[in-house]
């Protein structure tokens, strides 16, 4: 039976309502894990854990229990690609340019070290341990630079696999609210200045929500130091990610002449991560004249954007999340835990003798 010619622009039609249709329902199935994320971050308890880790938590959970949701996959890596880079854009306008090189230059010089410090030693202790390298490496980033949206940045260059950037944002994300508890419950017994707490907290603490966390108590001044210092380590992701770019290029080049071969994987050109360039732009938006006037200097506003970015940023973790099937992970993911784990102790450690 041949069909009608008229019915071929409808079946078409249909066609592409379908495919809209899934991808509706699959970042509208991340809208909802992640409100349920948020409203679970509420309660006593989970509110130190934060919205984020919540909802990576409860995409997990529905993967392991009830397996993923195959229709609704299109919205789901819609969110979990093109929301997470949106985020990160709008992250760009948390960083203060002018107040960093006005106020925090010398900040800046000690956060060089702790990224290079956290970075080389999560590395080191992940060889030794023999830990999941790729794993390790954006756990060793995440703690050096800003948690899960630096880990949510480099992995496209990384070329990480979902499962494991969903897992190190998860474990990030724990860690740091383990961390910046256990800052606020010391502080009594440290014997630091407010000023110097402050320092302490944004130069060694994970993400942004965990420097503010532990400083909160000290004061406003220990809090605007500890943003002024953790700034800095997120203004580094530029330079890292371009430095990541450099050295995979590098690293496939080589591999390439030795073998004389080129697989697929190999031959792919790495893509150049241009939402960094939306997150700079955002950046010198939010540092100018203009968005000091309109952004900076209105709260009601910078904390509206502020939930929007962390919601948009735990929507695309959701979609990450239902990629992690907890029966395939191994040793290999505690042990890169455990490297995370020891690096966070010396950098505190380190951090707080050095102030």
Known sequence: MTIPYTMKPLGLSALLLRGCKQRAGGIAFTFLIAAAGCGLSFLPGFHYAGQMACAILLAIGYRHFIGYPQPLRSGIQFASKNLLRFAIILYGVKLNITAIYRDGLGLLARDVVVVLFAVGCTMLLAKWMRADLKLSLL???????????????VSPILRSKDEDTAVSAG???????????????LRPLLGMTDLQYGVWSGTSLHEIAHAALAASPAGQDALALAL????????LLVPMCLALVYIQRVISR??????????????????????????????????????????????????????????????????????VNLRSLDGGVLRSLGAMLVTSVLLSLWTYFSI
């Open 254 to 323: 080589r591999r390439g002449s030795k073998t004389g071969e080129h697989s697929e994987k190999q031959s792919a050109p790495l893509q150049f991560p241009w939402f960094l360039l939306g997150f700079a732009a955002m950046s010198l938006l939010g540092s100018s004249s203009i968005g000091h006037a309109f952004i900076q200097a209105q709260p009601a506003f910078m904390n509206g954007l502020t939930f929007l970015t962390t919601f948009l940023l735990t929507m695309a973790m959701v979609g990450l999340g239902l990629n």
């Open 228 to 235: 002024l210092a953790k700034l800095g380590r997120v203004f």
């Open 139 to 153: 756990l060793g980033i995440g703690t050096g630079i800003c948690g899960a949206a630096a880990i949510a940045a």
């Open 171 to 185: 474990l990030i994300a724990l860690v740091g609210t383990l961390f910046a508890v256990a800052y606020t419950l």
